[in-house]
């Protein structure tokens, strides 16, 4: 248990659907993340968001939309996916800044896009 | 720009041997340095990390690295695995820009460690 939670764990969606994840933490950190792992690729970095404010969006496609109502819950919107979408998106969340932090992943949703 | 290179995907050992994992990262500037592993069906947990300091660094399930400036090398290393080590493990860097940095990911080990 990481105090990192991510819903829902596994996602199988077509690629007209719209599905969001969802991630909450309960650290109390103030920094929030979104990886994409694909096979046989190093992790994508996709958006940071630090005290609710996006800091870094890196270049991910506008079929992938972040969300970050509080400190504590991050939201990544999908819709009209595309087949190479499918892979497992993990959140994480740090104090601050991942410099010289630690980060805290939760277990990952799993998404297939048929 | 930074870069991580993990130079092998996948290692195999046998229980209670010695184990070392390859990390090779590229930076004109300063660096930190990390090893997470990811347990099966389970997102990535920190086993150690470099900031400053000793260059070997102890971290959890009796894992170590050693930070080789000159070699820009941060290699993982276990003198006695057990199965319970298999895993992926994962290297990554990461500088600071301003208040911010965030990391950099190679591509992966795999450790599969047999009976």
């Known amino acids: 248990e990481t105090g990192v939670t991510q819903t829902p764990r596994h996602l199988v969606m077509g690629m007209t659907n719209k599905k969001s994840l969802k991630c909450e933490q309960h650290?109390?950190?103030?920094?929030m993340y979104w990886y994409k792992q694909s096979a046989k690729k190093p992790l994508e970095l996709m958006f940071v968001y630090n005290f609710k404010e996006q800091t870094e969006n890196n270049s991910v496609p506008s079929r992938f939309s972040p969300e970050c109502p509080n400190s504590s819950h991050l939201f990544l919107h999908l819709h009209t996916l595309q087949p190479e979408d499918s892979a497992l998106y993990l959140c994480a969340s740090s104090p601050t800044g991942a410099a010289t932090g630690e980060l805290f992943f939760g277990e990952g949703s799993r998404l297939t896009v048929l | 720009a930074q870069s991580v290179t993990q130079l092998d995907s996948q290692v195999p050992v046998f229980e209670e041997a010695p184990v070392e994992l390859r990390c090779n990262y590229s930076?004109?500037?300063?660096?930190?340095l990390f090893w997470y592993v990811q347990y099966p069906n389970q997102g990535l947990q920190l086993l150690l990390k470099?900031?400053?300091?000793?260059?070997l660094v102890k971290g959890i399930n009796g894992f170590e690295a050693e930070f080789n400036k000159s070699q820009t090398s941060f290699h993982l290393r276990k003198p006695s695995v057990h199965i319970s080590d298999t895993a992926e493990y994962f290297c990554a860097v990461s500088i600071q820009v301003g208040s911010q940095g965030n990391l950099i990911f190679g591509k992966g080990t795999k450790l599969s460690v047999k009976p």
């Open positions: 930076s004109s500037v300063s660096v930190y």
């Open positions: 650290l109390g950190h103030n920094a």
């Open positions: 470099y900031l400053s300091g000793s260059t």
